[in-house]
């Protein structure tokens, strides 16, 4: 298979590395990938993990374009350069990432070509309409976006692709037409990445542990309070930081004050 990935930028964030990680392992495979992306790359793309392994396995091409809307007025759309590279690579099929993506990948439909939709997460792009769409511009001409998006979606039969149960819950929620194309697929971790020889079979001494993320539900910081009583119940001296803000930040302190945690 010839398969097309769409991104907006290349950098060191985590879509980037995942989509890297899936289309060099499809390479192994004997499939053929390319990359092409909207824009010039992002600062950290220095810093992206065996850079120079991908680039020997796969094509990274930035050949911008883009679809702009105003409310009640076609897209004004840029995507020669799009459309001359499916000419000329011909794939047969076109997986995008991240919102922006979607616009530009969905902008001119190729009948012989199978479209995918990957959810890193819950698109705000993508809500249905709803009381406050009606009440704030920046929705109503999100919402304008989407309708002309989900024709476009419609014309091709385009699958989606949730890396969590909660992005497949968003996306069946707010695409309730394209339920039947949501598919649940994890994460793909590239474990190798993260292997050292250390021995964590016994904590001698103290261990710190950092965890980085938005305090979100679906983070599940609530059990990491839990892991974290837990390892001092039994006995082990161990300190855990939370870096991150979000909802649930009042939350997780009460918590952590309630299990005797908090220093």
Not at 70 to 79: G, S
Not at 85 to 100: A, M, V
Not at 138 to 161: D, G
């Amino acid at each position: 298979m010839k398969i097309l990935y769409v991104i907006p930028t290349m950098g060191c964030g985590g879509a980037e590395i995942l989509l890297a990680t899936m289309a060099r392992n499809l390479v192994k495979k004997g499939h053929t990938a390319h990359i092409i992306c909207l824009e010039p790359h992002h600062e950290t793309w220095p810093n992206f993990p065996d850079k120079v392994g991908l680039l020997n396995e796969i094509p990274v091409t930035i050949i911008g374009g883009s679809v702009k809307f105003k409310f009640l007025r076609n897209p004004i759309i840029d995507n020669l350069a799009f459309v001359n590279y499916i000419n000329d690579f011909s794939p047969d099929i076109i997986h995008s990432h991240l919102y922006l993506s979607e616009l530009l990948s969905r902008s001119s439909i190729k009948s012989n070509v199978k479209y995918f939709s990957h959810g890193h997460d819950n698109m705000p792009q993508l809500k249905n309409l709803s009381i406050k769409t009606i009440k704030f511009k920046a929705l109503l001409v999100n919402f304008w976006e989407r309708s002309w998006l989900v024709k476009q979606y419609k014309k091709c039969n385009n699958h989606f692709i949730a890396i969590s149960e909660d992005v497949k819950k968003f996306l069946g929620a707010e695409l309730p037409s394209f339920k039947n194309n949501i598919n649940y697929l994890p994460n793909a971790i590239d474990t190798n990445r993260f292997k050292t020889k250390r021995d964590y079979g016994s904590i001698k001494g103290s261990f710190h542990m950092v965890s980085i993320a938005n305090l979100v539900p679906k983070k599940n910081h609530i059990f990491l309070i839990d892991v974290m009583a837990s390892l001092v119940k039994n006995g082990y001296n161990v300190t855990m930081e939370v870096l991150g803000g979000g909802p649930l930040m009042n939350e997780l302190v009460s918590k952590t004050k309630a299990k005797g945690l908090e220093n």
